[in-house]
């Protein structure tokens, strides 16, 4: 095949984008957006329903390149074959019940089936349906027969449907499908599904502590890392229960089960009501150390005196609780935030750490002003209780998600 005008920029990953026939095919486009405007090259190849969807001229601005549901335009160019043999990820979003029985079953009736069955790249479908549609043994044959293949089909969402009703069917995030896709692409096997069958327990995000009905102790964790996370312990077959403080801007993970906590009281009171089931129990959560003392029923009133100091008492300290309360075989892994002092620099605290507090693996990020917290990527040390370190250069939050899961799994077996 000679090079043409449509070849895709070789310097950029590339990226096939199917579009099923579902109403949330809308959101196709911000994967869509997602993905060219972090430097993807992305063809989007749509079946006809999906069409009816949303039109091809959508699809076209936005990619910048031709759009067709059948095998018979640009024949000499054999798109069938080429763009699957040329994609580096194929993502299937949404994916419909009808589309997934065809890929499970190794349909090849218009371009986008026929890409799924000549791609060798990762290939990840994002399903979408109404409730009854998904849990139907056909759809749940349909899938599972797909991930035994090493087709990656994370559980769905659950929330609001097409019209009034809400269930398990709902298409996950556009921002979280963006994300896992550019895990794949970076770590093709990232999303293995090696975690089925175990109950994690995550903790994310940053508590609160009031003052007043106003004004809060809090601090400046914003729950990324925790989600990612669960995105992908949630994607790699796990059952996952989050434990969110204050992580409102974040999109719910898809096929995770959430539970809200406000202040540290809160947290540490839902963290002991989940994990005692747990297989892996993750503290990723930054916990207040201290709460006021007083919390004024009242909005501390502005005077012209100095205001009073703020008394504070200790909170309990849940992660030490939790190592105490572990049922037998559960791993704990806790998180350390650290700076480096006259003492100690930072791996040198967080060791006393992982010795003090008797977890079976310590996530160690160096904290700064722009640094780990509210930003995208991360970096640090995954120190393990039998001495072993892992150094995780900067990356994706998913990215070192997934290298701590392989950690857990492998430090499980030891
Ligand atoms: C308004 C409307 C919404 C639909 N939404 C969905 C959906 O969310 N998921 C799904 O599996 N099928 C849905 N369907 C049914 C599909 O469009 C139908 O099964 C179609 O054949 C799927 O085509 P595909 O294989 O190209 O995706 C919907 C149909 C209509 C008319």
């Known amino acids: 095949m000679t090079a043409t005008s449509a070849d895709p920029d070789p310097t950029k990953p590339f990226v096939v984008l199917g ?15 997602g993905l060219t405007e972090s ?39 054999v798109p069938h074959v080429r763009l699957g043999r040329r994609a580096d990820l194929v993502l299937v979003v949404p994916a419909t019940a009808d ?102 327990v995550i903790s994310a995000g940053g508590t609160r502590e009031a003052l007043d009905p106003v004004r809060y102790l809090g601090n400046r964790s914003s729950g990324k890392q925790g989600y990612a996370l669960a995105r992908v312990a949630a994607a790699r077959g796990a059952q ?22 406000g202040s540290a ?8 009501e989940v994990s005692g089931e747990a297989d892996i129990v993750v503290m990723a959560a930054a916990v207040a150390d201290f709460r006021p003392t007083n919390r004024a029923d009242y909005k501390i009133k502005k005077t012209d005196h100095d205001p009073a100091p703020v008394e504070l008492t200790r909170n309990p300290d849940i ?44 996530v160690v990020n160096a904290v700064g002003d722009g640094i780990a917290f509210e930003v995208e990527n991360n970096s640090g040390w995954l120190l393990r209780a039998d001495g072993t370190e892992i150094t995780i250069p900067l990356g994706a939050k998913s990215a070192l998600a997934a290298t701590l899961w392989d950690t857990v799994l492998l430090a499980r077996q030891s």
């Open 19 to 33: 579009v099923g026939g579902g109403v949330a095919a809308y959101k196709a486009c911000e994967v869509l957006r």
């Open 39 to 77: 430097g993807h090259e992305v063809r989007v190849v749509p079946t006809e329903a999906a069409l009816n969807f949303v039109g091809a001229a959508t699809f076209e601005a936005l990619s910048g390149h031709p759009v067709h549901a059948g095998v018979f335009a640009d024949v000499p160019e």
């Open 99 to 200: 589309l997934l029985a065809k890929a499970a079953h190794g349909q090849a009736d218009d371009l986008l089936t026929a890409t799924l069955l000549t791609t060798r790249a990762p290939v990840a479908l994002f399903p979408a349906m109404h409730t009854e549609m998904w849990e139907h043994p056909a759809t749940q044959a349909n899938v599972e027969l797909l991930r035994s293949r090493g087709c990656v089909v994370p559980d769905p969402a659950s929330g609001r449907l097409t019209g009034p009703d809400t269930g398990k069917g709902r298409l996950a995030d556009p921002a979280e499908i963006v994300d896992l896709a550019r895990l794949l692409l970076a770590v093709p096997d990232a999303l293995r599904p090696d975690l089925t069958g175990l109950k994690i």
């Open 240 to 261: 996952v229960t989050l434990v969110a403080a204050h992580t409102q801007s974040l999109p719910d993970p898809a096929g995770v089960q959430l539970r809200h906590a």
């Open 265 to 272: 009281a809160e947290l540490r009171a839902v963290m002991h």
């Open 319 to 362: 992660l030490t609780e939790l190592v105490a309360a572990r049922k037998p075989g559960q791993f704990i892994v806790g998180f350390a935030a650290e700076t480096g002092d006259s003492r100690a620099d930072v791996l040198g605290h967080a060791r006393a750490k992982l010795r003090r507090k008797g977890v079976d693996l310590l």
